[in-house]
Nanobody, 128 residues
């Protein structure tokens, strides 16, 4: 059973940066694809970025391309999401999730309902 705990959320001004961390335990991280998802009030949960076992393959939603960067440190059992140039529309609860390897990394980000392991989330608020 894989456990995931997010941290690093908070209040930031537009144009600012945050780095989210996802600490995992209970099972070796390098057995899983990892993804970051977000959910704003009244909206469906969406895939923000996902990363393959070794980190060689990544996927980003169009809305965050060029601003967010996902990375993983399997030795430290931690996955990161560096978020730069934040906008008000990035405001949401951010969740870390894990799934067993899929044919493509994009598939993980596009099918959140099929993901078995989730963290409890961390709130990101972008406001002046």
């Amino acid at each position: 059973q894989l456990h995931l705990v997010e941290s690093g959320g908070g209040l930031v001004q537009p144009g600012g940066s945050l780095r989210l961390s996802c600490a995992t335990s209970g099972s070796a991280l390098d057995n899983y694809f990892i993804g970051w998802f977000r959910q704003a009030p009244g909206k469906e949960r969406e895939g923000v970025s996902c990363i393959s076992l070794s980190g060689a393959s990544t996927y980003y939603a169009d809305s965050v391309k060029g601003r967010f960067a996902i990375s993983r440190d399997n030795a430290r059992n931690t996955v990161y999401l560096q978020m730069n140039s934040l906008k008000s529309e990035d405001t949401a609860a951010y969740y870390c999730a894990a799934n067993f390897p899929l044919p493509t990394i994009q598939q993980m980000c596009s099918t959140p309902k099929a993901i078995p392991y989730w963290g409890v989330g961390t709130q990101v608020t972008v406001s002046s």
